[in-house]
């Protein structure tokens, strides 16, 4: 578990039940943490304020809703330059089927998570990004089993 600097004990209690369950009442999220339903609400409102807390969400199961195939997408890039990256950029930002992208140190310039139904459904996708980003090299990795997926960050609460 990571301490979090800046967050007390029941800043660290709130998020840690937030991120278990963010349709929990405020008074039942109050009595989890030790708190009142008015000084709760304030906590929430201070740490989304702050930027700690960027938004609340329903989890989806993929397959459930069509999205059958997950694939880690590694692109090493054609070159580094700014006008690379700023099409590179607008590329992955105008595709929802990219569900995640990480900058990458290493042989890899970035990674992206790519959800989509099926395999035709990845070449389309592949075929788009090849044809309108100039990349150096691109690598497919599909999933064949999700093994843990969670959103809860391992931040401590016992500490203070």
């Not at 008074?27 to 989304?48: F, H």
């Not at 590694?74 to 569900?99: C, K, N, Y």
Request: aromatic residues 6%; proline residues 4%; glycine residues 6%.
């Amino acid at each position: 578990m990571t301490e979090v600097p800046g967050l007390d004990r029941i800043d660290r209690k709130i998020l840690c039940e937030l991120m278990r369950d963010a349709t929990l009442p405020i008074a039942q999220l109050a009595e989890r943490v030790g708190l009142s339903q008015t000084p709760c609400w304030k906590r929430i409102q201070k740490l989304e304020a702050a930027g700690i807390i960027t938004g609340r969400v329903a989890l989806v199961d993929p397959g459930r809703v069509g999205l059958g195939l997950t694939v880690f997408v590694e692109v090493r890039a054609a070159d580094h330059t700014p006008g690379w990256r700023q099409a590179f950029a607008a590329f992955v930002s105008g595709l929802a089927e990219i569900i995640e992208v990480h900058r990458l140190a290493g042989e890899t310039d970035y990674l992206l998570k790519v959800v989509v139904r099926d395999m035709a459904a990845y070449d389309a996708f592949y075929l788009d990004l090849t044809r309108r980003v100039p990349c150096r090299d691109v690598t497919s990795n599909f999933s064949m089993e999700r093994m843990k997926a969670t959103t809860v960050l391992p931040i401590a609460v016992s500490t203070d």
